[in-house]
């Protein structure tokens, strides 16, 4: 089973690169990946929240904006999508990301319904990666095996369709009460029910996408999304760069 694992902390208590917390900070997260192994199938670093852009869906012609979907806080710095048998193993895996025990770091797992990702098969070099987030109220076509849902996911095939080489990787996501909020706090593990936050809610799921700026945004823009809904995009940070 694939759970989707968003990684949130507060971006004002950053480390910088170059200083001994961050050389910290990075030898955590390498030792979780190690001790992960094979059960990471999937991995977003993202730039910061300042460079995000979100395509509106407020009138009849979607449009692109400066900023993230919401202000807040806490906001996602990056992503794993993970291959667990059970959600007990995935959560015993994912307090060990440094994430999880900083002092307004939580992490939100979600099981997913659909995970693919073409990277692994197309060689050479790449263009800029960027993610993008489905955001907005909770809906009716949250609910897998509903008619809803299968209406959207054909939304979803025929912009997949379109979308061409431009759309790389993408993951659908069961609905937001399935979620579970991880937090580590001096060394014991807290465990809730729920989406971390309803502000930054990741409805349907994400999409990765590849391609010149131009390109993104026009594919960007025929995401299906709710009424009223948005989609956020953040750049993926170039880890190999």
Do not use: C
Request: glycine share 12%; aromatic share 6%.
């Amino acid at each position: 089973m694939h759970f989707l694992v968003l990684l949130y902390d507060d971006e004002s208590g950053a480390t910088e690169p170059g200083t001994p917390e961050f050389d910290a900070e990075l030898e955590g997260y390498a030792a979780f990946e190690e001790l992960a192994g094979g059960a990471i199938v999937g991995g977003e670093a993202l730039l910061p929240s300042a460079t995000a852009r979100t395509v509106r869906h407020d009138g009849a012609q979607p449009r692109i904006t400066a900023g993230p979907f919401a202000e807040v806080a806490e906001v996602l710095g990056g992503l794993y999508v993970l291959e667990s048998p059970t959600l007990d193993d995935a959560i015993e895996m994912v307090r060990l990301i440094p994430a999880a025990a900083q002092p307004n770091g939580a992490i939100e797992v979600r099981p997913m319904v659909q995970w693919s990702d073409r990277r692994p098969e197309r060689g050479g070099d790449r263009d800029a990666q960027v993610l993008a987030t489905i955001h907005g109220d909770k809906t009716a076509d949250e609910e897998p095996a509903t008619d809803a849902w299968d209406e959207g996911a054909a939304g979803h095939g025929r912009f997949a369709e379109a979308a061409g080489d431009v759309l790389v990787a993408g993951g659908a996501v069961h609905p937001s009460t399935t979620a579970t909020t991880v937090r580590v706090r001096d060394g014991e593990l807290l465990v809730t029910d729920g989406p971390f936050s309803e502000l930054t809610e990741v409805v349907g799921g994400f999409y990765v996408l590849e391609g010149t700026p131009e390109r993104v945004d026009e594919v960007a823009r025929q995401i299906p999304v709710p009424d009223g809904g948005a989609v956020e995009l953040r750049p993926i940070m170039d880890v190999d760069g």
